[in-house]
């Protein structure tokens, strides 16, 4: 029976999405910051071992928070995407909650022995408030306009904020050194996850807005109209595209001509179609579209880091 469950439970998890949150938190802290450590003479708080435990226990959140997720919105899911609802065909509601306080215990244990390592046991806090915040995201404020959005873009930002925060006494130091290329890519990269997602997340919105209609949520398509959701996405859009082209410009004199190209053809490119098919949407296979392909606009910033 377990073995019927595992391919449910992976879905449910949502397992791409998880090994995207490894490779960010592995990217940032393999290609830029040890790197940069080493060559400037700094110390590295995290150990392999104590960084892949950090890594874990990130994953353990975002699971957390899409087992919540499917278990609280399972009548809606029943609406917007029929053919992919587990909680309700494959698991039970009860066998949800089960799964989600045991990743949650599991990613506390972890937590606790990462706070009690680096002699601050109040780092502890951060774990919980995530997991609190996701919990409310799913509850609450996913259906209010703009504030469950923001919170999926503020936790999108904190899986690489968790690397550069762990590590902050060397991270802060590289600035007073003198490595601003590398401080300017991460804090980038941070802005660039959070506009990326808010991007997304809108347009998820007008995906799903017959099934949130369903059940009286006050999402922001539902609130404003198709049309003025589509002009604030369009702005976000815009905001990401012209994000990504001053970058560009820094790196005319700090970059090579292949991180040039890829983040022309890599990034640029594909914000300006999302935009232009943006204006054109207005039925759910093209918001699904759209959606996929913010998707791979997300991924391919990740990716960029790999250049470094």
Request: aromatic fraction near 16%; charge should be neutral; glycine fraction near 6%.
């Amino acid at each position: 029976m377990f073995d019927n469950n595992i391919i449910p439970f992976v879905k449910l998890i949502r397992s791409p999405n998880l090994i995207i949150v490894g490779l960010t938190q592995f990217f940032i802290q393999y290609l830029i910051l040890i790197p940069a450590f080493k060559q400037a003479t700094l110390p590295i708080t995290l150990n392999d071992f104590h960084f892949f435990l950090l890594v874990i226990c990130t994953i353990c959140i975002a699971a957390a928070g899409y087992i919540i997720n499917d278990i609280i919105d399972e009548p809606i899911d029943k609406i917007n995407k029929p053919d992919k609802v587990i909680i309700g065909q494959y698991f039970a509601v009860e066998t949800g909650f089960r799964l989600y306080w045991g990743v949650l215990l599991f990613g506390g244990l972890i937590a606790f022995y990462l706070a009690n390592y680096v002699e601050n046991i109040s780092l502890v806090g951060i774990y919980f408030i995530a997991n609190i915040l996701l919990y409310l995201y799913s509850k609450n404020f996913k259906q209010s306009p703009l504030i469950g959005n923001l919170i999926v873009s503020i936790f999108c930002a904190f899986v690489a904020g968790i690397v550069l925060f762990s590590e902050r006494a060397s991270f802060t130091k590289l600035y007073e050194l003198g490595w601003v290329k590398v401080t300017w890519l991460c804090y980038g990269y941070l802005i660039f996850a959070f506009v990326s997602t808010m991007f997304r997340e809108i347009i998820k919105d007008m995906e799903d807005i017959e099934g949130d209609k369903e059940k009286n949520c006050k999402t922001l398509p539902i609130l404003i109209g198709i049309r003025a959701s589509k002009f604030i996405a369009f702005l976000f859009g815009s905001v990401l595209l012209l994000l990504t082209l001053f970058w560009m410009m820094f790196q005319l004199d700090n970059g090579t001509e292949f991180q040039l190209f890829y983040l022309m053809v890599g990034i640029v490119l594909p914000i300006l179609f999302a935009l232009i098919y943006l204006i054109k949407a207005n039925e759910k296979k093209e918001w699904n579209q759209l959606s996929r392909l913010a998707k791979y606009i997300m991924v391919s910033g990740i990716f960029y880091l790999l250049l470094y």
